[in-house]
């Protein structure tokens, strides 16, 4: 064979091309405001979408209050509840989460987890930052110009989206796609660099088997983003020329407050498969990077390697595949051809199977482990409980028979919340205590940290499992005030008043998660390079915080998968991947 | 890690044929395309997320096309020119694939003079490309004069479904601002190939990266999808 030796103990391939020449900062300026280190953007990614996500938390707040207490608060009227609910879902899904997990975490881990010195094209990078924030300011700014945010719901279905009777027709929806445009504009250079830096830049050894499922997951949800974001892009513009140029791509024709509108001919319909061709995808793009990180939480913090490595990742392959053709099950109510319906929900099934399998492999990867009950770990585990959970309740909705009378209820509200809210932010705040150190230098206090964990556990199942129950009664979503209706008892109200004060009170608990944040950079325990006995390369850095360009002078060489934990026979409970094979004894890994 | 300068080069040639080769590349370390490098890498990877952007563009297109109870104007009498005293259907946008087409040849054969390092005709050849755009470019604009004194609006026209003019502008439009940002390209790259820069490795002012003559098969990929793009707008556009 003309292969390149290639063997599990000794042979590393030569290196396939001479090592990177970097961009070195000259002044303050390129080095942390227009810096083009993946570090600094990445940072820089996490701040504003922790910025802006704690509005979308006070909007949330606002929501809450009117619920619970309805006709109290003379501040919130119907127009704005509608214009809070828009605003908070999309910030939340779009603005936080993607940009969080793909700008954020992928950034800052890519490079370090696959050897490499940067991403590949670090100006465009930096580029993709900067956009990002213009999105993110344009869609603040919403908040200022008259008539305010649009009221049309996150999925901005036409034809209401664009009529008079929507809060927000006159700026709010134009800023609001304008806004989605300079993110996906943004994304996409961030995002061809995360693809191309994993399959072209990995250092000497690191085969794509031997990545940590932190990197699979969001390499595979970039991938997917840079297909599924063509739809929304396109849906964007068409909406924005229906709006500002009075085409009728999305509008049929209508009468509007009174008169026959000017619009005729259009299929809102086509706008629903093109944001749902876009949407569900985005669902697992908020998901395939948490199942990553948590899988390299479990295995850290259990010190076991992860079970079924290879079914991992290729569930996450295929996860990302299936979740092309199951976007109408968002469309069972919508009007579109009935017998659709059946197909969509036999792929729906379908893709339970490989994450189910995630679900299972992860507990057995827990399965008489030596688990440790840090901060990641607990958010870890209370990720995998809310994601059955909101997974459970997916394969209701998932049929039509079954969706159609919960379609429209808080029955979705509880199920969305689990599923892609709690679940994914259990995650994200986990891989904060996990990474923090690396990031400053410094631990996180740690019983802070488990306080902000049972509160933010326990409060997310208060506010949302009670939920389930308001929806199967028949509680609609989406409602200003439920008002005097039949079907729904008193016990509902009270309900509702509950779920509001758990709300506040959690949202509040997160102070003290703020408040760790900035007390540790100063004052927390000096942590060392690798404070959790990681073996993935991000803890092998020479310094911490790893310094421009992450290696010295020479790249690390990969010899072994990310999960050698506690190999029968070594000397410490975990081998970094980089340590060469020493005696034949050692070689408890695979791939 | 290592910044693959050029294709070809490195031990990644001369690997096993066929699928075998394909999956010892991926299931081998540092780079799953072998000899690709990271720009070219990046420009496929784009374009196949732009592939998605005008698929749904004409997905949606022909999905109005189809919907729509007012009938569809006839787009061989639309676009048909009185030249000469005979009227010719769809002359006009004969005459720009045409072009754009021809640009696509001239493209292949700059890059192949880049690869040889001929300076001189790499940039003369690129500059013949960018301007067989810019033509195309400014029949696709007398083409909108037209349609625009003939009545034909976004939201209006004065022969049927009013989802053609929206189409039409939006699709032919987002297609020209392609072929315009690749002008701009080709004239840019163009520069530096005149100027050298390849040849000493000079650095790029925003990058401080050097850059390397692939980078003028890479603006060729880039021209070569936009004009093949063309050919479906084309094909579903026009002829249909
Ligand atoms: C902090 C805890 C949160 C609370 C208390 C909360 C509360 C709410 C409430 C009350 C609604 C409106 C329900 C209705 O009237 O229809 C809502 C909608 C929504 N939320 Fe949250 N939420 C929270 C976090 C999140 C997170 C983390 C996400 C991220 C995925 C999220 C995504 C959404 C979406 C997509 C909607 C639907 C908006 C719409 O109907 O257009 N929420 N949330
Ligand atoms: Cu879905």
């Not at chain 1, 513009?237 to 085409?247: A, I, K, N, Q, Y």
């Not at chain 1, 995998?384 to 509200?413: A, C, E, H, R, Y």
């Not at chain 2, 998605?52 to 006839?74: D, G, H």
Request: proline letters at 6%; a neutral charge; one cysteine or more.
């Amino acid at each position: 064979m003309v292969d390149v030796p290639y063997d599990r103990i000794a042979g590393i391939p030569p290196a396939e091309a001479p090592d990177v020449e970097l961009y070195h900062p000259k002044s303050w300026l390129t080095r942390y405001v227009f810096s083009q280190d993946a570090k600094v953007i990445a940072i820089q990614y996490s701040l504003t979408a922790s910025a802006i996500g704690l509005v979308a938390l006070v909007l949330s707040w606002l929501m809450r209050l009117q619920l619970g207490f309805p006709g109290t608060f003379s501040f919130i009227d119907a127009n704005q509840y509608l214009q809070f609910i828009t605003m908070h879902g999309m910030i939340m899904v779009i603005y936080l989460l993607t940009a969080l997990f793909l700008g954020g975490f992928g950034n800052y881990l890519i490079p370090l987890m696959v050897g490499a010195r940067d991403m590949v094209f670090p100006y465009v990078n930096m580029l993709s930052y900067w956009i990002y924030l213009l999105a993110v300011l344009v869609l603040a700014s919403t908040f200022f110009v008259p008539g305010g945010p649009t009221g049309a719901g996150w999925t901005l279905y036409p034809p209401q989206a664009i009529l008079s009777g929507t809060p927000g027709q006159d700026w709010g929806i134009v800023l609001m796609l304008s806004s989605l445009i300079l993110f996906i504009i943004g994304f996409t250079m961030g995002g061809l660099n995360y693809v191309v830096t994993v399959l072209q830049a990995r250092t000497r050894g690191m085969t794509l088997m031997r990545l940590p499922l932190t990197v699979w997951g969001i390499f595979t949800a970039t991938v997917m983003a840079l297909l599924a974001f063509p739809a929304l892009f396109v849906g964007s513009v068409m909406m924005l020329l229906d709006r500002l140029l009075g085409t009728s791509f999305f509008m049929p024709s209508l009468v509007e407050m009174g008169q026959l509108s000017k619009y005729g001919g259009g299929s809102p319909l086509l706008f629903q498969h093109l944001f749902w061709f876009f949407g569900h995808p985005e669902v697992y793009i908020v998901a395939l990077p948490a199942f990553g990180i948590v899988s390299d939480l479990i295995s850290t913090h259990a010190r076991k390697n992860i079970f079924g490595y290879r079914m991992m990742v290729w569930a996450i392959v295929a996860i990302g595949a299936l979740s092309f053709v199951v976007w109408a099950h968002h469309m069972y109510v919508s009007g579109m051809y009935p017998y659709f319906g059946y197909f969509f929900a036999t792929t729906t099934l379908i893709i339970a199977i490989p994450t189910a399998l995630k679900v299972y492999n992860w507990v057995l990867t827990l399965w008489r482990g030596n688990i440790h009950l840090t901060p990641p770990m607990l958010f870890a585990l209370g990720f995998i409980v809310t994601f059955v959970n909101g997974g459970l309740t997916g394969l209701f909705l998932g049929n039509v028979v079954v969706d159609v009378p919960l379609s429209d209820t808080m029955f979705v509200v509880a199920h969305f919340h689990m599923v892609m809210g709690v679940a994914p932010i259990m995650v994200v705040l986990g891989a904060i205590y996990h990474w923090y150190p690396k990031v400053t230098g410094r631990m996180l206090n740690d019983v802070l940290g488990k306080f902000h964990f049972w509160v933010t556990f326990l409060g997310a199942y208060l506010i949302f499992f009670p939920m389930h129950y308001l929806g199967l009664l028949g509680v609609p979503r989406r409602y200003f005030e439920l008002g005097e209706a039949a079907f729904i008892p008193p016990s509902a109200h009270s309900l509702n008043e509950f779920i509001t004060v758990v709300a506040l009170t959690v949202g509040f608990a997160q102070m003290v998660f703020l408040f760790n944040l900035a007390w540790s950079l100063f004052e927390g325990a000096p942590s060392g390079g690798n404070p959790w006995r990681a073996t993935t390369l991000e803890w092998q850095t020479p310094e911490t915080p790893p310094g421009h360009g992450n290696w010295g002078k020479e790249l690390p060489i990969v010899y072994r998968w990310a999960y050698d934990y506690s190999v029968p026979g070594a000397a410490e409970d975990f081998i970094p991947q980089n340590q060469p094979p020493t005696t034949g004894a050692v070689q408890g890994a695979t791939p | 890690m290592a910044e693959t300068i050029l294709t070809n080069t490195g031990p990644g040639a001369g690997r096993l044929p066929g699928w075998r080769g394909i999956a010892a590349d991926w299931a081998s370390d540092q780079r799953a395309f072998k000899n690709v490098s990271w720009g070219k890498a990046m420009m496929w990877i784009f374009l196949l997320s732009d592939t998605f952007i005008f698929s749904c563009f004409l997905l949606s297109y022909m999905t109005a096309r189809m919907s729509t109870t007012v009938p569809w104007p006839n787009p061989s009498e639309v676009f048909a020119l009185n030249l000469g005293g005979k009227h010719i259907p769809l002359i006009l946008i004969a005459i720009m694939t045409f072009v754009l087409i021809s640009s696509s040849g001239t493209m292949a054969m700059a890059v192949n003079f880049g690869y040889r390092r001929d300076r001189v005709r790499t940039a003369i050849l690129m500059l013949v490309t960018a301007a067989f755009g810019a033509t195309f470019v400014s029949m696709q604009a007398f083409e909108w004069t037209k349609l625009i004194m003939e009545g034909v609006r976004p939201w209006s026209n004065p022969w049927g479904a009013a989802q053609f003019g929206s189409s039409f502008f939006m699709i032919t439009g987002f297609h020209g601002t392609h072929v315009t940002i690749g002008v701009i390209f080709l004239i840019a790259i163009a520069r530096k190939v005149w100027r050298g820069d390849f040849d000493v490795g000079r650095r790029g002012f925003f990058t401080s990266r050097r850059g390397y003559y692939e980078i003028v098969e890479i603006t060729g990929l880039y021209w070569h999808f936009v004009d093949l793009v063309w050919v479906f707008i084309f094909a579903f556009f026009y002829l249909w």
